[in-house]
């Protein structure tokens, strides 16, 4: 008998790991359609200046913690394919931590689970603070859950469009939720990622500051 359940522990763990190996994979191919469709959506925006997609900002503060259950049935849905076709505006790609991800306009709940979002509506990699959240799972290689194993000098790599913005990473600190200076706009150029320190409920978050490499 304890032969049989310890087969059936060890049957569940390999599952476990295998349903967690795909969904990294599964960001990473999101990611990598991302690159090539961000250059056919920037020629037609250029062709199109005044059409003008709503971005729904004005959810970013209702933002809830996300299972592992509704994290996987969120992959391969329609509602995914709907978000990256139409909210997708680059990726981010982190070589130390095996990293490639999705960059979505605005912080919702829906885009979280697509991959990193932006936080402020006009925010530009060529001035000030670029600010990107990520969900932590406590999952290797899903959304920012590696993010907190980052250290000073890594690299970091944001593509949107043909333009390549590289940045090394100069700062890492946890913080208070309540501390949304780590938010705010800055006159020198920047990175900076947030995500919660654990992925259980929790009031601190890992805020990663780069730099960009020049």
Request: aromatic share 6%; with cysteine.
């Amino acid at each position: 008998m304890a032969l049989f359940v310890t087969g059936i522990s060890i049957f569940w763990s390999q599952h476990q790991n295998q349903v967690q190996e795909n969904a990294a994979k599964h960001l990473t191919q999101s990611a990598e359609q991302v690159k090539k469709n961000s250059k056919k959506n920037q020629a037609q925006q250029m062709k199109n200046p005044n059409k003008v997609k709503p971005t729904p900002y004005d959810e970013s503060d209702q933002v809830e913690r996300l299972s592992w259950q509704d994290y996987l049935d969120f992959q391969n849905s329609a509602d995914e394919k709907k978000i990256l076709q139409q909210y997708a505006v680059g990726t981010i790609e982190i070589p130390s931590i095996s990293l490639t991800l999705p960059i979505i306009e605005a912080t919702t709940n829906s885009h979280l689970k697509a991959g990193a979002t932006t936080f402020w509506k006009d925010q530009s990699l060529s001035k000030g603070n670029y600010v990107l959240l990520g969900h932590n799972m406590g999952r290797k290689g899903i959304l920012f859950s590696d993010v907190p194993h980052l250290k000073k000098g890594n690299h970091i790599k944001i593509r949107t469009g043909a333009k390549l913005f590289t940045y090394h990473v100069t700062e890492i600190k946890k913080v208070n939720q309540k501390q949304t200076d780590v938010l705010e706009q800055s006159e020198k150029r920047q990175l900076t990622l947030i995500t919660c320190d654990k992925r259980t409920s929790t009031e601190n978050r890992i805020v990663i500051v780069a730099e960009p490499i020049h």
